[in-house]
């Protein structure tokens, strides 16, 4: 119930501005993102390489309706991977981006060639981009979109979410060399028809992708906080065989890094996504809708603005 709430709330403008106008909100966003500027993201990438952990920086935004803002967040991740690659933090940082930013709901092209552009970058600056999972409306064009990028840059990642029914499908159809798969339960709040609602049949179908990812030629990315999840996940590398640079858990920034170091120090590896920016509401929302206890935390710290 509450987590439709705030899913819900995720989409609404004139809670944004609410939202974004109050004065705690900053406390709060300090938790989930690392800063406005590019300077905080690169001291967030750099306290985490030393950490001995890898980053993929995501720079805030979504659901762009101008072709300036998508333009503009194009050149933003141009600046980040020759900023990342200058301070010598490539290839332990990635990006990852999400293609609603690039302008997907203009037109899927002018996405593509953002998103190219953008690979393009990151090829030159030695690492890589993983395209972030969005509403189920967009899943067809994404996957059509990485895999024409993949043609140019072959490791490009996509991201699947456990929670949608056609899932399981798509694992198997990228479960191929050189493929990189981040497989999350996903964020978005989804008709039943499409996805599954219940935690366990998520969970279930979470299982069941990592079977294929796992037992398959690609690179899983197991991005999740959540332990029983995790311990599988551990249990299936054991059981496949594979050394730790033959997959890779993935965390958020702020959530769970007592387990990032546990991970890390188990000799796993590990990469944190680190968001930043000023278009920090539609994730904390998201966030905000993953765990009763952030709504409190919320809830505490608007009862404390005075
Ligand atoms: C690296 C990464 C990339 C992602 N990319 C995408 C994407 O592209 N598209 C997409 O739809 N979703 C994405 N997600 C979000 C994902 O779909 C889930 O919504 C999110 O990870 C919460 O699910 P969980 O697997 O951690 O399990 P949950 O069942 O939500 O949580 C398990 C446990 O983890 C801890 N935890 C989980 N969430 C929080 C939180 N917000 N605050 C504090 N503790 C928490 C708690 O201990 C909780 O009990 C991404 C997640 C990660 C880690």
Redesign the pocket.
């Known amino acids: 119930m509450l987590r439709s709430v705030f899913l819900a709330a995720a989409g609404s403008s004139r809670l944004e501005r609410l939202v974004e106008s109050a004065p705690v909100a900053k406390g709060i966003v300090r938790r989930f993102v690392a800063g406005s500027g590019l300077d905080d993201a690169l001291r967030a990438a750099r306290e985490l390489a030393d950490d001995g952990l890898g980053i993929s920086l995501d720079y805030l935004g979504e659901d762009t309706l101008t072709a300036e803002q998508a333009q503009a967040t194009r050149e933003a991740y141009v600046a980040l991977l020759g900023r990342l690659r200058g301070a010598g933090l490539t290839p332990a940082a990635e990006v990852s981006v999400k293609l609603s930013a690039l302008g997907q709901l203009i037109d899927d092209k002018l996405a593509y060639d953002h998103a190219h552009a953008i690979c393009a970058a990151a090829a030159e600056a030695g690492t890589t981009v993983t395209v972030?999972?969005?509403s189920h409306q967009t899943t067809d064009s994404t996957l059509e979109i990485v895999a024409n990028l993949r043609k140019d840059f072959p490791a490009t990642g996509a991201?699947l979410?456990a929670h949608l029914r056609r899932t399981e499908g798509d694992c198997r159809e990228l479960a191929t060399a050189g493929s990189r798969v981040?497989l999350?339960?996903?964020?978005?709040a989804e008709p039943e028809s499409v996805a599954f609602q219940s935690?366990l049949d998520v969970d279930k179908s979470y299982v069941r992708c990592l079977n294929i990812l796992m037992s398959g030629e690609g690179y899983p990315m197991v991005?999740?906080?959540?332990p029983r999840?995790i311990a599988i996940a551990e249990d299936r590398a054991r059981w496949f065989d594979r050394s730790a640079d033959e997959y890779e858990f993935?965390?958020?920034y702020g959530?769970?890094p007592e387990e990032q170091a546990r991970l890390a120090a188990g000799g796993h590896t590990v990469r944190v996504?680190v968001p930043y920016g000023d278009q920090w509401y539609g994730y904390l929302m998201?966030?905000l809708a993953?765990?009763p206890a952030?709504v409190a935390f919320f809830g505490r710290a608007l009862a404390s603005r005075k």
């Open positions: 972030d999972a969005e991201v979410q981040r999350c339960k996903g964020a978005y935690a991005a999740t906080h959540d999840l993935q965390m958020l959530i769970r996504y998201r966030r993953e765990r952030n």
